[in-house]
């Protein structure tokens, strides 16, 4: 079956340091791969996606490639800032899965 | 243009009842989920619907779980003789299309507490 692994967290930085929030997943076929955030008191939302090997994904700053070799897709932040404080999930779809398959999320806080 | 809306955003009951969850997807999209998110099982699949064909059911956890989408729009997942086990976030999202890289967009969610 599907799974997703995610960086256990939480995670605390300082402001304008680097994030990286691993990802690693098990997928039947090719999988198309998701990162969505939770910001507080707000619903999920999609980040960035990536959908065939050795894309990458890219807004509001964020990165993830899609690495099929070590089936990954990272999350970075080059500076993190104290309004991406959130908690952030890695997902795929995949097979004849329409569904989101989630990782456990990773509660992200960035202090000033 | 409007999201997807969840109603109630809150809702209190007390073990062994029944409740109903609805969900308002975006208009025109033909793909529907649900999904629970609750702190000891994180986010999880419940139920897909998609057009007029047949809902994928496997995420339902038990046979006191069920829902509705009625006509291509607005959905009802119905929790019978609810458990504290149910107490979660139920999500719901919609979709453009069935195709694995098309963006889920989800409602608020709806807080349910089992008393």
Redesign the interface.
């Known amino acids: 079956g599907n799974s997703v692994t995610q960086m256990e967290g939480p995670v605390t930085l300082s402001e304008e340091a680097f994030l990286t929030i691993n990802c690693t997943y098990t997928a039947t076929g090719y999988?198309?791969l998701f990162w969505?955030v939770q910001y507080p008191g707000?619903?999920?939302?999609?980040l960035l996606?990536a959908?065939k090997a050795d894309d990458k994904g890219s807004n509001k700053g964020f990165e993830a490639t899609y690495r099929k070799e070590t089936t990954s897709f990272h999350l970075e932040k080059g500076s993190v800032q104290v309004s991406d404080s959130a908690v952030y999930?890695c997902?795929l779809?995949?097979g004849s899965?329409?569904?989101?398959?989630?990782?456990?999320?990773t509660q992200l806080t960035v202090l000033p | 243009g409007a999201g997807v809306s969840q109603s109630p955003s809150n809702k209190v009951t007390e073990k062994g009842k029944d409740v109903e969850l609805r969900c308002d997807p975006i208009s025109g999209h033909t793909a529907l989920y649900w999904y629970r998110q609750s702190l000891g099982q994180g986010l999880e699949f419940l139920i897909y619907f998609q057009g007029n064909s047949a809902p994928d059911k496997s995420g339902l956890p038990s046979d006191r779980f069920s829902a509705e989408r009625t006509g291509g729009s607005v959905s009802t997942l119905t929790i019978q003789r609810t458990q504290q086990e149910d107490s979660a976030v139920y999500l719901c999202a919609s979709s453009l299309g069935q195709g694995l890289m098309a963006e889920q967009y989800f409602g608020p969610g709806t807080r349910l507490t089992v008393t």
């Open positions: 999988p198309s969505y707000e619903g999920l939302q999609l996606k959908t999930f997902a779809t995949a899965a329409r569904q989101l398959t989630f990782g456990s999320g």
